[in-house]
């Protein structure tokens, strides 16, 4: 671990994961399967992806909950407010999920306000796990005690990830000349840290997978040198990794309606659906399959690979 990251680690020290507590508490009980879409740097597609994953369960009959834990942004909690709205406004019985946004405390003492939003994120689960079949949350593009509590409940971490080293630089530190990882970054650190606190409070393998958001359809060197390093990160920290959304404006269109590429062919949209849908929806399905979620009736998948320890930074030489 990186000497400047180890002060901020040691120093986030939740208490035991409130999801797994609860199920040990309930053997027996169905407890919903927490997706949680986890990443530090803003603009690299969770709420889109989330929203899309969510309509997916859905419309596969799945009782499906969101939290909105970037709930000052809001982008998730306008998406289903926007979806309710046109709905009513057709009259149509748009699928919708049992939705929850957790703000951020005003309290301005640090202690009362982390105790504040941890009550109130627990508070949401706690509605939620009992009754839907998966909960997915959406988290802040930044580092806040909001999202590391809510990076504690997951049973699945999905990480999108533009197909930028700026946005890889989140994940790890890069040699420039060779492409080889010098060490993990702050991120995947924290992942690290949540993942070992869940092992000691007896929970299943976070299933982490890392999905590559805005691939070009051209095979670019840029595209490749990606591709390389993030197949050789994942031996090394424990991630699955999976072709995520492309650059596509239909996305940003559908935000409006309430909507997502699942939608199209059911509902009266008024949208013609192209060939640029076609595909756009492929990528979601192919997302879902990814996934490997657990189905409602079977125990949670344990498929993620086994991380190796993380490696300590490489000495600078003076």
Partial sequence: ?????????????????PSIVQAQAT?????????????????SGKSTAAMHIAVALLRDGARVGVIDVDARQGTLTRYVENRRTWANAKGLATPLP?????????????????????????AAFADLLPTCDYVI??????????SRHAHTYADTLVTPLNDSFVDLDLLARVDPDTLKVVRPSIYAETV??????????????????????????ISARNKRDMGAVLESL???????LA????????????????????DLREEKTGIAMTMSHVAARQEVRDLLAALNL????????TTAPEAEPLPQAEPVES
């Fill in 98 to 122: 049992d939705h929850r946004a957790v703000l951020p405390s005003t309290l301005s003492v640090r202690s009362d306000a982390e105790a504040d939003e941890r009550q109130r994120l627990d």
């Fill in 294 to 301: 657990p189905s409602r009736a079977e125990p949670e998948p």
């Fill in 243 to 262: 072709a995520g959304l492309a650059e596509r404006v239909i996305y940003r269109e559908l935000f409006l309606k309430g909507l997502t590429l699942l």
């Fill in 192 to 217: 690290w840290k949540q993942r070992q606190l869940r092992a000691m409070s007896g929970g299943k393998p976070v299933d982490w997978l890392v999905m590559r958001n805005r691939l070009s359809a």
């Fill in 27 to 43: 053997a027996g009980a169905p407890r919903a399967h927490v997706i949680v879409f986890g990443n530090e740097k803003g603009g």
């Fill in 137 to 146: 949350a959406d988290t802040p593009g930044s580092d806040t005690f909001l």
């Fill in 234 to 240: 994942a031996k090394r920290i424990g991630y699955r």
């Fill in 1 to 17: 671990m990186s000497a400047n990251t180890a002060p901020f680690l040691a120093a986030f020290r939740p208490a035991a994961n």
